[in-house]
Structure formats: C-alpha cells, structure tokens
C-alpha cells in the first residue's frame, strides 16, 4: 500500500462539507464527493468495517453519489499524471479533495473513475475495503489493493493500450480517404446505428447524395490529395458524422476560405489538433465532437477583418491590433445565430486569445476570469499551428522549438495541465 497514508491525510474542510445542506451545483456536488470519497478511504483504513465513524463517512459517501447523480446520471473523473478533469475542465485548482483524488487514483494505476447513479451503501462499502487493502467481511489486512469494477463504479486507464494507439492515425488522411469517396451508401447504416440527428431528423433520411455533397464540401474546403488509406473506421465515421450533420454550416466556412485562405486552412488544423486533444484525454464522443467544432469554427469572426491586415508582415500599430482583435467578439457573434453550433465553440470564438490567469489577451471586456478549459484547448492549437506555419514576416518554427515557446507561456497564457497534455499528443505522434 504505497504511501496511501500519506494520500489519505485529514482535510482540514471536511467538517465543513459535512455541515452543508443540498448541493446547489454540479461543481459543489463533485467537490463534496471528491471530499467524502477521500474520507472514506481514510477511516476504512483506520477503523474496523463496523466502527461508527467508518459507518459515518460511509454513508455521507452515498449521499454525496446521490446528489452528484441528480446533476449527471454519471460522474466521471479523469485522472492524468495526478490531475483531475471533469467534463475537460482541470479540478485540482479548486480544492485539496481533488488533489488526493488525482493521487489516489494514480497511486493505484487507475485512469478513470466513472460513479454511475444507483451506488448502493453495501457496494461502496465493498469497493472502498478493496481500495485499502482489507478484507470486505472482516475488515482485516489482506495486504494488496484490489482494482476491480462494480456494476456502478467502472475503472479506467488513459495511458497506453489501444487508446493511445489511434493518435497515431493521421487526421490529414482521413479528411482525404472522404474526399476522395471512400466512404459509401453501406456506411449510412452505421451512422443510423449510432443514433446520431441532423436538423432534429434521425439520420434515416439521409442517403449517398447527401453523403456524396458532404464530400464534396470537404474536397473544395480541404485541398488535401493523399493516397493513404486509414484502418480505423470508428475514428473515419466520426468525420463523417461531423460533416453530415453539420453540413449546413459549412457556407460560413466557405465564407472564411474566400475571404483568407491561409485562415481556413489554419482553422482546419487547429480542429485537428483539437480532436487530438480530446482523444488523449478520453473525453466522451459527444464532448470530443463539441471540442473539433471549437477548433473548426474558432477564427470565423475574420472574415470581418480586412485581409491585407490579416497578411500584413510585423509590426502592427495599437490601431491595427485593435481590428484584428475584434475577430474574437464577431465570430462569437457570427456563432450565436446558429443554433446548431455547441455553446462552447461560441465561447472559445470569444475566449481563445484570453490568457490563462486571467488578466492577459483580448477582447479585454471579457476577462472576467478564467478562460473555458475548451477555450484553452483552442488557444493551445492555435497558438502551435500558428508558429508551425510560413508567414510572410517569418518561417515556420520546428516541432520542438514551437513546443519550447508554449512551455515558457505555461501558468500564465496556458493552463499547464491542458499544455502538457497537448505535448503528450504530439510527441506521441512522433514516436
């Protein structure tokens, strides 16, 4: 049992959290949790299975998995290198519970930690004896940690395995195999399957012409020719998915490639490097997609800025960054009027130059606090494609070097979770 006793010290705010009514949010509910998970863990191994304050702890645990589920049917908690993510934000920062958490759960190998709805007293109470190391009748030494799943508590892993294996496919060839018309009316069945909507209509109604004017969209907007062919279709099908049930917006993309092209292309790399991201952290389909589109559409509000300014070689005057920086509010702008389009791509439209602390970048009127943890995402794609690419006033910057200059920005412009993640995708690419 590996230091256990030191992950599973007191928390000073525990009385406190036991002294509250009703969580009013999920952040509270998560952080009450993530308190009386701990708790638990720390009596199971000071007192005996039947000791009052064990019993205590316990059944706080289980109200708190109450509560939790009446916000989310499941809690997911996303342990990287001792950091927790919930929902893609970072949690460590929030409160000392998470840090145990993130330790704990890194201690014991364990990736992800997914609470479902339904956790009754007596498979908690199972799993915590397992997780100290005793017996689950006795409550006696049995001296090793047992990892195991329950019906409503799943165990994880986010490194290694055939998960990290499909970083490696390239995202460039997928966008070509569709261009290119690999992908037929066959497929559509597997699209139906997975219960995916367009416009509100199940796709049932789609047939080969739509698919075919998806790919058709794809070719113009792309540009890419390649003759390599892609062996993970989960991982096609999703692109396919994007473009069909988004293909309705892809004139505002059309507007953005007429107006600069070397913007559109940057845009489509940075959903690329977003979707990178979001598969490293093993976030759920629905939130990956959401994060790809943040990355697709997050430049848009350039086509409100003159092109010459958006080409134009350094220096800039005050004046001239100032109507660069307007692209931020108007592609939030641009967003907000199709309903179609995910809440966090508008936000990361406006939030993706805000810096990490908080107190840096633009538009200035919206540093409340903060950016999204999509946002920072964005910004972490944008700012590496950006400094990888030729630009009439400089070359394009090395792998390395570019991954240099993001690591001198961290805690400052980018969270250093979320950066350090984004170097894991790359150099794990390059292997």
Not at 22 to 30: G, H, N
Not at 241 to 246: A, E, K, L, S
Not at 249 to 259: D, E, R
Not at 388 to 411: H, N, Q
Request: glycine fraction near 8%; include cysteine.
């Amino acid at each position: 049992m590996s230091n256990l006793e030191d992950i599973l010290v007191p928390d000073p705010a525990l009385e406190e959290v036991q002294s509250q009514g009703r969580p009013a949010t999920l952040d509270e509910a998560v952080t009450r949790l993530a308190s009386l998970l701990m708790a638990s863990l720390r009596n199971a191994l000071i007192y005996a299975p039947n000791h009052s304050q064990f019993q205590y702890a316990l059944g706080l645990a289980e109200k708190a998995v109450e509560d939790a589920s009446g916000f989310l049917p499941e809690i997911a908690f996303v342990c990287m290198e001792k950091e927790i993510l919930l929902n893609g934000r970072p949690m460590n920062g929030l409160g000392l519970q998470f840090v145990k958490l993130g330790s704990f759960l890194d201690s014991i190998g364990v990736g992800v930690l997914t609470i479902k709805k339904g956790l009754g007293a007596d498979e908690l109470k199972g799993f915590i004896l397992r997780m100290v190391g005793k017996d689950e009748q006795e409550g006696l030494p049995t001296g090793k940690r047992i990892v195991r799943s329950t019906p409503h508590i799943a165990l994880g892993r986010v490194k290694g395995g055939q998960a990290s294996k499909k970083l490696r496919l390239s995202h460039q060839a997928i966008v070509g195999l569709l261009a290119q018309g690999a992908v037929n009316q066959d497929d559509l069945s597997v699209l139906k399957a997975s219960g995916g909507q367009v416009r509100g209509e199940r796709l049932t109604q789609l047939d080969a012409g739509l698919l075919n004017r998806a790919r058709e969209a794809v070719k113009g907007v792309s540009g890419v020719k390649t003759e390599d062919r892609v062996s993970t279709r989960e991982t096609l099908m999703n692109f396919v998915y994007y473009f069909v049930r988004y293909s309705d917006l892809f004139s505002i993309l059309h507007h953005l490639k007429n107006h600069d092209e070397l913007s559109f292309k940057h845009s489509i790399n940075v959903a690329l490097l977003c979707a990178d991201q979001a598969r490293f952290l093993n976030l759920p389909v629905g939130a990956a997609r959401e994060i790809v589109l943040a990355g697709l559409f997050h430049d848009i509000g350039k086509v409100a800025v003159d092109y010459a300014l958006l080409n134009k070689p350094l220096p800039l005057s005050d004046g001239e960054k100032l109507k660069i920086a307007i692209h931020c509010e108007e592609g939030a702008r641009i967003l907000a009027q199709h309903p179609q389009i995910p809440a966090v791509a508008v936000v990361a439209a406006l939030e993706h130059h805000i810096h990490f602390g908080g107190k840096r970048g633009y538009p200035r009127r919206h540093r409340i606090g903060r950016p999204h943890a999509v946002s920072q995402m964005v910004a972490l794609a944008d700012v590496y494609d950006s400094l990888r690419t030729t630009k009439p006033y400089r070359p394009a910057f090395p792998m390395d070097r570019a991954l240099e200059v993001i690591e001198k920005r961290c805690a400052r412009q980018f969270d250093p979770f979320l950066a350090a993640n984004f170097a894991r995708c790359l150099q794990f690419a390059q292997e």
